[in-house]
């Protein structure tokens, strides 16, 4: 379980940056939220990630309280020969239209800071 926890916290130590750099461009001095896209198939693990993020977060004065919250996406893949999308996680690599294996991964992989929230 450390090396999962030591993945989110190199997660959160970039995303901490993407927040700096962000705020500084915009003059903001203390960011409230920040929102995360994460995808049910990325390597991510939410509640580590949130737990990651309160003790790094509140190291700096511009985080200092920051809410992480996360938007679970779900995994859907699409099949090439028979053009259908359909739920990664239930069914995997192989398509439940067609039994295909000519299928790739639509969306779900996602790791992205989609808002922040910032003091007036």
């Given at each position: 379980?450390?090396?999962?926890?030591?993945h989110?916290?190199?997660?959160?130590?970039?995303?901490?940056?993407?927040?700096k750099?962000?705020?500084?461009?915009?003059?903001?001095?203390?960011?409230?939220?920040?929102?995360?896209?994460?995808?049910?198939?990325?390597?991510?693990?939410?509640?580590?990630?949130?737990?990651?993020?309160?003790?790094?977060?509140?190291?700096?004065?511009?985080?200092?309280?920051?809410?992480?919250?996360?938007?679970?996406?779900?995994?859907?893949?699409?099949?090439?020969?028979?053009?259908?999308?359909?739920?990664?996680?239930?069914?995997?690599?192989?398509?439940?239209?067609?039994?295909?294996?000519?299928?790739?991964?639509?969306?779900?992989?996602?790791?992205?800071?989609?808002?922040?929230?910032a003091?007036?």
């Open positions: 379980q450390l090396q999962t926890e030591m989110e916290l190199g997660i959160v130590f970039y995303i901490i940056k993407d927040v750099q962000v705020a500084e461009e915009n003059h903001v001095g203390h960011v409230n939220s920040v929102v995360m896209d994460i995808g049910e198939v990325s390597t991510v693990v939410p509640h580590l990630l949130t737990d990651c993020w309160r003790w790094a977060a509140d190291k700096e004065n511009l985080l200092r309280g920051c809410e992480l919250k996360v938007n679970t996406i779900p995994a859907v893949t699409h099949c090439d020969d028979c053009k259908k999308e359909y739920e990664t996680v239930k069914y995997g690599k192989t398509c439940p239209f067609c039994n295909s294996q000519n299928t790739w991964l639509l969306r779900g992989n996602e790791v992205e800071i989609k808002e922040l929230r003091d007036g």
